[in-house]
């Protein structure tokens, strides 16, 4: 089945000591936001999606260039719904470049699977020294409102990361609950939705101050995983999207507040 073929190209670049939108192009369903600029000189882009879900056999592809000294945030208009499927799937891929001395940070809000849906994704990300990342991924069980937990077909997710060159980071989830006991010891364990942040360069956050805050939250679980000396991957189990939403923002807030070119966030 044939469906839609979404596509969005972003290369920033800095002029007169602020972030501009160099160059851009989108496909429907695909739209983008006139960029929001901060007090700092960065850039915030709103990237809005003209269809009520993915469909069967859709293909969305992003790619983004954060040219060198450029400050990024990008995040969505609204939750990511996979719609249910007769046979197909639909698949998702995004690729970024952050150029020497550039910052990202990549904040797509929550993902649902609906009732019988498959989708694929795959994120590449190339940090060059002195580069800067904060990317967030959260993921729901479903429409549990509807008894729609982990009833999904399928859902895979490939992220891997590289700085100057070398890969950093590699996960590749793949969950098919119709094998897999999804809320069950090693899996979920009673949970329903899951996030991950990872954090790199300027964002990198202290750990003691992180487990401080996430500490003050009930009904969850985290751990946090370092990599290098300038990066930390968290993970928090949650039962529900709009509580791991806030909480992540709380997250961001924290880490923004000790990075000296975010005082904006």
């Known amino acids: 089945m044939k469906g839609n073929a979404g596509a969005l190209r972003i290369i920033t670049a800095t002029k ?17 936001a006139s960029p929001f600029v901060q007090d700092d000189g960065s850039i915030t882009l709103m990237v809005m999606n003209a269809s009520a879900g993915i469909l069967e056999g859709d293909t969305y592809e992003i790619d983004m260039q954060i040219g060198r000294g450029s400050s990024v945030t990008v995040t969505e208009q ?24 550039a910052c990202l940070q990549y904040l797509p809000l929550p993902v649902i699977p609906f009732r019988n849906s498959s989708c694929s994704s795959f994120t590449e990300i190339n940090i060059e020294k002195g580069g800067s990342l ?20 399928h859902y895979s997710s490939l992220l891997e990361i590289r700085f100057d060159g070398r890969k950093i980071f590699h996960e590749n989830i793949c969950m098919e609950p119709n094998k897999q006991a999804l809320g069950s010891l090693g899996y979920y364990e009673g949970f329903t939705h899951q996030a991950a942040m990872f954090f790199f360069g300027r964002f990198c956050p202290n750990e003691d101050q992180l487990e401080t805050l996430l500490k003050a939250f009930s009904n969850i679980e985290f751990g946090s995983t370092r990599i290098l000396s300038d990066g930390v991957v968290l993970r928090i189990l949650g039962k529900g999207a709009d509580q791991l939403e806030k909480i992540c923002s709380e997250v961001q807030k924290l880490v923004c507040k000790s990075s000296a070119m975010f005082q904006h966030c």
């Open 78 to 101: 609204s939750y990511t719904k996979i719609f249910k499927m007769d046979s197909g799937t639909a698949v998702r891929t995004m690729a970024a470049t952050i150029e020497e001395g």
């Open 134 to 153: 904060v990317y967030r991924d959260i993921l729901s069980c479903g429409r549990l409102g509807m008894g729609e937990k982990f009833a999904f077909s």
């Open 16 to 32: 007169n000591g602020k972030t501009v939108l160099e160059d851009c192009y989108f496909k429907a369903p695909y739209k983008i």
